[in-house]
C-alpha cells in the first residue's frame, strides 16, 4: 500500500491558471517531497519541505505542509503547457535507508 | 557527472528470458534506489545499496530478481525467468541522503 494519497487523480486546466494539488499521508513524517514526471521519462525532484515548515516556494510552485491534518499541498502558479505531467508525493520511511515511498499521482494537463 | 544513467531504455523479451538492466548513479551518491512503476501507478520501492551493501529489499523482490552494487558504483538489476506481470517501468534513483533523489530516465521492460 501507499503512504501518500493525491487528490485530484486528474486535472486539466488553461494554461495561465493555477493548479492545486494535495496529498494525504498516514505515518509521522520529517519531511515530504513533490516529483513530477513527464510521460515515459524518470521522476525529477521539485521541492521538499521538512516537518517543522509550513510553508515553502520555489519559483512558480509554492508547497504547504499540516502535520496535524497529515496533509501537503502542491499550488503551481500560472500555468504553462509544459507543466503538463504526473506530479508525486512521496514520504521516506524511518528505517536506514529512508526510502521513499509514493502516491499515486496527479495527471496534470495544461491546455494552451 | 551528467545524472543517473540507465541502460537500456527499452527492452522487449519473451516471456521466460533474463534481464539485466544496469544504473549508474551520480558518483558521490552512496545511496542507490531500484523502483518499479507500472502505467498509472506511482513507482514501488524494490531495493536500496549503501554504498555496496543492499540493505532494504522490498516483499516485491521475489526469488527471480537479484540486484547488485558490486563497487559501490554502478549497479545492475537482473530478472530471470520473466514473466508478463514483469512488464512495467524500472526506476534508479541515487542520493547524498540530504536531498531528494535523482531519478535516471529508466528502463521500460515489455514481457511478450
Known amino acids: 500500500s501507499q503512504q501518500g494519497e493525491e487528490d485530484p487523480q486528474a486535472l486539466s486546466i488553461q494554461e495561465g491558471e493555477n493548479a492545486t494539488m494535495n496529498c494525504s499521508y498516514k505515518?509521522?513524517?520529517?519531511?515530504l517531497q513533490w516529483y513530477r514526471q513527464n510521460s515515459g521519462r524518470g521522476l525529477v525532484h521539485l521541492i521538499l519541505?521538512?516537518?517543522?515548515?509550513r510553508e515553502k516556494h520555489s519559483g512558480r510552485l509554492r508547497v504547504t505542509l499540516d502535520t496535524s491534518k497529515k496533509s501537503s499541498s502542491l499550488l503551481i502558479t500560472a500555468s504553462r503547457a509544459a507543466d503538463t505531467a504526473s506530479y508525486f508525493c512521496?514520504?521516506?520511511?524511518?528505517?536506514?535507508?529512508?526510502?521513499?515511498?509514493f502516491g499515486g499521482g496527479t495527471r496534470l494537463m495544461v491546455k494552451p | 557527472d551528467t545524472g543517473v544513467s540507465q541502460d537500456p531504455r527499452h527492452k522487449i523479451t519473451k516471456r521466460g528470458q533474463n534481464v539485466t538492466f544496469r544504473c549508474d548513479p551520480i558518483?558521490?551518491?552512496?545511496?542507490l534506489y531500484w523502483y518499479r512503476q507500472t502505467l498509472g501507478q506511482g513507482p514501488e520501492f524494490l531495493t536500496y545499496?549503501?554504498?555496496?551493501?543492499?540493505?532494504?529489499k522490498s516483499r516485491l523482490l521475489s526469488d527471480r530478481f537479484s540486484a547488485e552494487r558490486p563497487k559501490g558504483s554502478f549497479s545492475t538489476l537482473e530478472i530471470q525467468r520473466t514473466e508478463q506481470g514483469d512488464s512495467a517501468m524500472y526506476l534508479c534513483?541515487?542520493?547524498?541522503?540530504?536531498?531528494?533523489?535523482?531519478f535516471g530516465s529508466g528502463t521500460r521492460l515489455t514481457v511478450v
Open positions: 534513483a541515487s542520493s547524498d541522503g540530504h536531498r531528494g533523489y535523482t
Open positions: 505515518t509521522s513524517i520529517n519531511n
Open positions: 519541505i521538512r516537518s517543522n515548515e
Open positions: 512521496a514520504t521516506p520511511g524511518t528505517n536506514a535507508g529512508n526510502m521513499l515511498t
Open positions: 558518483s558521490e551518491h552512496n545511496r
Open positions: 545499496f549503501q554504498n555496496e551493501a543492499q540493505l532494504e
